[in-house]
C-alpha cells in the first residue's frame, strides 16, 4: 500500500506563513491534493494537481509538490484556516490515499 | 448546485449490517465515479471504496474488502454503501464522495454517523 507521512501539527502566528508537508514514495510523479476540514464539517478541497486552486479559495492557499514531498503553504494565515489538513495522492493508481492530517494552529 | 445528501447511519450491533445511501443532485450523476471516505471519532479521513460510472468495477480498501458491498443506481441518482459483519473499527462518519475527471475529490456529502456497539 501507498503512505502518505504529515507532521501531527503546526502552528503559526496571524499574518506568517506556514508550511505543510505531506512525503510519500516519488510523490512527485503523481497529483497531490490538499482538503481542509473545520470542526464538525466536511472536509473542502483546497488544493487539486499539486497546486490548483478551486473557485472561492484564497490566494493565500497554495501548494507544490515535487520528488518525494508535496507542500501546502498558507501564506498570511489567518485565524480562519485554523483546521485539519489533509494531503492525498489524488491518482487512481494510489487508490485515493490520504495522509493522517496535519492540525493547524494559529496562536 | 452540487449536492450530496448521505442517510441510513445510526447504531448497529456488532456483527450487524447497514445500508448508507447517498442521494446526488445538480450534476449528471451517470458521469463521475463516486467514493465514499469514513472517519472514526478523533482520527483521520480514510479512503473506504468507489465504483465507476456505469457501476460495473469497484474496488476497496484491504481493511474492508469482503465486508462493504458499494453499487449505484443511476437512474435514481444514487449511491450504496452496504456494511455486514460490522465491528467497533467500523465507528465512523461516512462521506460520500464525487470523484472530478482529474481524480480530486470536489464535492463531499455532509457524512452520516455509523455507532457499533452492543
Known amino acids: 500500500s501507498y503512505d502518505l507521512i504529515q507532521p501531527p501539527s503546526v502552528s503559526v502566528s496571524p499574518g506568517q506563513t506556514a508550511s505543510i508537508t505531506c512525503s510519500g514514495d516519488?510523490?512527485?510523479?503523481?497529483?497531490a491534493c490538499w482538503y481542509q476540514q473545520k470542526p464538525g464539517q466536511s472536509p473542502v478541497l483546497i488544493i487539486h494537481?499539486?497546486?490548483k486552486r478551486p473557485s472561492g479559495i484564497p490566494e493565500r492557499f497554495s501548494g507544490s509538490n515535487s520528488g518525494n514531498t508535496a507542500t501546502l503553504t498558507i501564506s498570511g494565515a489567518q485565524a480562519m484556516d485554523e483546521a485539519d489538513y489533509y494531503c492525498?495522492?489524488?491518482?487512481?493508481?494510489?487508490?485515493?490515499?490520504f495522509g493522517g492530517g496535519t492540525k493547524v494552529t494559529v496562536l | 448546485e452540487v449536492q450530496l445528501v448521505e442517510s441510513g447511519g445510526g447504531l448497529a450491533q456488532p456483527g450487524g449490517s447497514l445500508r448508507l445511501s447517498c442521494a446526488a443532485s445538480?450534476?449528471?450523476?451517470?458521469?463521475?465515479?463516486m467514493h465514499w471516505v469514513r472517519q472514526a471519532p478523533g482520527k483521520g479521513l480514510v479512503w473506504v471504496s468507489r465504483?465507476?460510472?456505469?457501476?460495473?468495477?469497484?474496488s476497496y480498501a484491504d481493511s474492508v474488502k469482503g465486508r462493504l458491498i458499494i453499487s449505484r443506481d443511476n437512474a435514481k441518482n444514487t449511491l450504496y454503501l452496504q456494511l455486514n459483519s460490522l465491528t467497533a473499527e467500523d465507528t465512523a462518519v461516512y462521506f460520500c464522495?464525487?470523484?472530478?475527471?482529474?481524480?480530486?475529490?470536489?464535492?463531499w456529502g455532509q457524512g452520516t454517523q455509523i455507532t457499533v456497539s452492543s
Open positions: 492525498q495522492a489524488c491518482d487512481r493508481s494510489s487508490l485515493w490515499v
Open positions: 516519488k510523490l512527485g510523479d503523481k497529483s
Open positions: 494537481e499539486d497546486k
Open positions: 445538480g450534476f449528471t450523476f451517470s458521469f463521475f465515479w
Open positions: 465504483v465507476n460510472s456505469d457501476g460495473t468495477d469497484t
Open positions: 464522495v464525487r470523484e472530478a475527471f482529474q481524480g480530486h475529490f470536489d464535492y
